[in-house]
């Protein structure tokens, strides 16, 4: 029997790997968005799905052994969680039984995001799927109270997908945000890796940031060598931006179709506005902070906040994130 979130039927179906695509799903808006990406995810890589929903655990949690005079400490959990999410896991079950590969789970705990975290390292998973917070635009992505909390330290790569977001068919156009550092080369990898398995155009964006750096080659300096005007200074500056995007695509395989776009302009803003074209949109993390954690910069944090497509963030200090997720075993090949 087919349902409304069955995978597209026209796409490159991978090999089942170990580590599996874990599914955050809200029992109270019951917003299919984030399982239907992970089972886009899940036809692209072979991956199994496992979809998650958390009702509020025990509020009572003992204290550390040794404390004088206390017995236990009252934990309230979240508001937002449930008392009994039994109904909703029966009906996404019921829904989702006759699609291979699925399994639903309920999990108790304090917060939505202590529970996910605690599942994706429990299950090694090679992808953790949230969607946007309840009170959002539909289409767009509008990081809740989960999502921002698994975004500041997630053990593996998170998707966070807008409200309401259904696949267009199969995976056709990947972007990654790419700029001159170790994490956005990884995201571009990632991507690569990703447009690969879905059979996708990669399309490599960098945005050059307007600012007094860029058009100081616009002051006057002598008459023999006059000021640019500011056309030719944008000009020049995508050129140089493309020439470094080609540099670093020609370290990658020939074989993804692969556009690259340079802009000049607000970096998030230009994102943002991108996101609307794209399946999927991939970037990497700020370049420091704890290993195997998300560290958002500013651009990141607003692109993961408003975008138009799901965006998906990678951990610094994990080795191959997505390419361990799409990987293919040794010899093996993916019928089309």
Do not use: N
């Not at 020939?254 to 802009?263: E, M, N, R, T």
């Not at 607000?266 to 999927?280: G, N």
């Amino acid at each position: 029997m087919s349902t409304a979130l069955d995978p597209v039927a026209d796409g490159p179906i991978g090999l089942i790997v170990a580590k599996p695509i874990l599914v955050g799903y809200d029992p109270v808006t019951t917003d299919h968005a984030p399982v239907a990406f992970g089972l886009s995810m899940s036809r692209i890589s072979g991956a199994p799905l496992i979809v998650v929903l958390v009702q509020a655990g025990t509020p009572f949690m003992p204290v550390s052994a040794g404390t004088p005079g206390v017995a236990g400490l009252v934990r309230q959990a979240d508001s937002d969680l449930v008392a009994d999410c039994s109904d909703a896991l029966e009906a996404l079950s019921t829904e989702l039984a006759d699609i291979p590969g699925v399994e639903c789970r309920k999990a108790q705990a304090l917060t939505a995001a202590g529970a996910l975290h605690e599942a994706a390292e429990a299950e090694d998973a090679g992808l953790l799927v949230v969607g946007s917070r309840r009170r959002g635009q539909r289409g767009r992505v509008v990081t809740g109270s989960t999502a921002a909390r698994l975004l500041r330290g997630a053990p593996c790569p998170v998707a966070v997908v807008p409200r309401g977001w259904t696949a267009r068919g199969a995976m056709a156009t990947i972007g990654v945000a790419c700029t001159d550092s170790p994490e956005a080369r990884a995201a571009l990898r990632g991507a690569h890796a990703l447009a690969r398995a879905a059979g996708a155009t990669l399309r490599v964006l960098t945005v050059v940031e307007r600012g007094p750096a860029l058009y100081a080659a616009t002051e006057p300096r002598t008459a023999e060598r006059p000021g640019k005007d500011v056309t030719a200074v944008e000009g020049e500056a995508r050129v140089q931006a493309e020439e470094a995007l080609r540099a670093a695509v020609a370290e990658l395989g020939h074989d993804v179709p692969i556009q690259i776009d340079a802009f000049v302009g607000d970096p998030a803003d230009t994102l943002i506005d991108l996101s609307q074209h794209l399946d999927v949109l991939v970037c990497g993390s700020r370049g420091y902070g704890a290993l195997r954690a998300v560290v958002l910069g500013s651009v990141t944090r607003r692109v993961a906040r408003e975008s138009r497509c799901p965006v998906i963030v990678l951990p610094r200090g994990v080795e191959a994130p997505l390419e361990e997720l799409v990987a293919e075993p040794a010899g093996a090949t993916v019928p089309s």
